[in-house]
């Protein structure tokens, strides 16, 4: 398998960071990250997709090597879904398929909204059009500060408490190798979170807002590219109910429901990839 790190520039100038996993297949796959999580997250699908798909793992800004923005203000779904554009500029890729975790998901459905024509399909991580209130709160809540941890043991324990309703069958050593995924060391070798604290400070303040706007009619307008979308049996964000009427207005809609999961599956799950695998088989190569 051949990987290659590459370094861009968003329309405004700052850094953004995608690994590049080779592949001959013509639609290539990019995979978007969730909220606070960065493209480690792809590892394992990445490799198990490739040498038969090109597979690109982006950073979105203000997380693992890509640059943080001074502004936070621009940590909104506007500006990453430039950058992802930019990342296709620079990987000079024309169509692609997009598998989306949570925001990423949300990156996915507004690029499907406005260019059907440069998407092949769409798997959509436990997300949808509307989001909870509730499920929300407790994303707004989790993103704020949290306390210092001294070890990647402390770091692991975090890690456990913040995500451990949604991954319940995880052992320590998963939890370990979870950290390692989600912080850095700093300067004295603490792990600190791999992202920048403005993009809580971003989420606070859409918060303080009131509830966000659903995205019904941008699902809508999702009839003609192919979606697999894939839910965690207990997740707060993508209920029964959202995912029922996703399916129901959208005939043509693949659904997963991932056993012992909430909010997000980690997607390299074996009935994940599998699922993944089948529907990028299916996909027509050309529009």
């Not at 998407?119 to 993103?143: K, Q, S, T, W």
């Not at 074996?270 to 050309?286: G, T």
């Amino acid at each position: 398998m051949t990987t290659r790190d590459e370094f861009c520039k968003a329309a405004d100038g700052l850094g953004l960071f995608y690994r590049d996993y080779a592949g001959e297949r013509p639609v290539p796959v990019l995979c978007i990250p969730g909220l606070t999580r960065n493209s480690q997250d792809f590892a394992a699908l990445a490799q198990r997709l490739s040498p038969r798909y090109r597979v690109l793992t982006p950073d979105l800004r203000g997380r693992g090597r890509s640059a943080w923005d001074p502004n936070w203000q621009n940590y909104r779904p506007r500006t990453y879904v430039a950058d992802v554009m930019a990342v296709l500029e620079h990987a000079q890729v024309q169509r692609v398929a997009i598998v989306g975790t949570s925001l990423g998901g949300i990156i996915g459905m507004l690029l499907g909204a406005s260019l059907p024509q440069r998407i092949a399909g769409l798997v959509l991580n436990d997300v949808g059009p509307e989001i909870a209130p509730e499920a929300a709160a407790r994303i707004a809540h989790y993103v704020s500060r949290r306390a210092s941890v001294r070890n990647w043991e402390e770091a692991a324990q975090q890690a456990r408490e913040t995500y451990g309703a949604a991954l319940p069958d995880y052992s320590d050593k998963d939890w370990l190798h979870f950290a390692h995924r989600s912080y850095r060391e700093d300067g004295t070798g603490a792990p600190v979170l791999d992202m920048d604290p403005g993009i809580g400070e971003a989420v606070r303040a859409a918060a303080a807002t009131g509830p966000a706007p659903t995205m019904w009619p941008v699902w809508a307008a999702l009839q003609s590219i192919p979606t697999l979308v894939i839910r965690g049996e207990h997740s707060d964000v993508l209920s029964i109910d959202i995912l029922h009427r996703m399916a129901t207005s959208s005939p043509g809609v693949r659904t997963l429901t991932v056993p012992q999961r909430g909010h997000a599956p980690t997607l390299d799950e074996p009935v994940c990839v599998d699922a993944i695998e089948q529907f990028m088989e299916c996909l027509p190569e050309n529009p």
